[in-house]
């Protein structure tokens, strides 16, 4: 038995205000930002946030760090803020951050580490997530340990209310850590070089 599938044209209105949203209403093309938006029945969603589309990307050194011997060195990049207007019909923001992290020497711990925090347009940044391990050295009886890695570190950000209401600024870090542990600590090194920072929202 067959199936008659009857197909009707997508409607899409070019216009530079928003239009009244009625039964026919389906696609909306801005002609002042050249944006395309959706109706869900009672308002205009951007259709580049709601698909989950990338909102920014930085190859900058501005997070590369570096650490020889104990201590700590933390570098950040904070991103442009996004509008509640483009993070209409987003619930998340997807943070990744790809590139070169390396510890290396005898005993003491290494470590690489990111976090991210974010905050709504004039409020003060919090922890997205605290630091979490992108790589770790530790003792092994006085042997040198090199580790490198070169993956893809991700984090999924939930938009608070706050957030979806008054927009939302992102900033990424970085941190190159050596413990203090005794003779190994002088030769013990921590770095990390970016390669890719991508920001971008989903549904």
């Not at 026919?24 to 002042?32: A, G, I």
Request: proline share 3%.
């Amino acid at each position: 038995m067959g199936l008659n599938l009857i197909s009707f044209p997508t409607i899409i209105q070019k216009q530079a205000a928003a239009p009244t949203i009625n039964s026919n209403s389906v696609l909306w093309r801005d002609t002042d930002d050249d944006k395309l938006y959706f109706s869900d029945g009672t308002s205009w969603n951007d259709m580049a946030a709601s698909s989950g589309g990338i909102k920014q990307i930085s190859v900058a050194a501005t997070i590369n760090t570096s650490q020889t011997g104990y201590g700590t060195n933390e570098a950040s990049e904070e991103f442009t803020a996004i509008s509640a207007a483009d993070l209409a019909g987003a619930n998340y923001v997807i943070c990744e951050i790809t590139g070169f992290a390396k510890v290396s020497g005898p005993r003491g711990n290494s470590y690489v580490q990111h976090k991210v925090q974010t905050k709504e347009i004039g409020g003060v940044y919090a922890d997205s997530t605290g630091y979490q391990n992108k790589i770790l050295s530790g003792p092994i009886n006085s042997v040198d340990d090199d580790l490198t890695s070169g993956d893809t570190w991700k984090w999924v950000h939930t938009l608070t209310a706050g957030e979806k209401t008054n927009g939302i600024q992102v900033k990424f870090f970085a941190n190159s850590y050596v413990d203090n542990n005794g003779s190994g600590s002088p030769g013990q090194t921590s770095e990390f070089t970016n390669k890719q920072i991508i920001l971008s929202l989903a549904p």
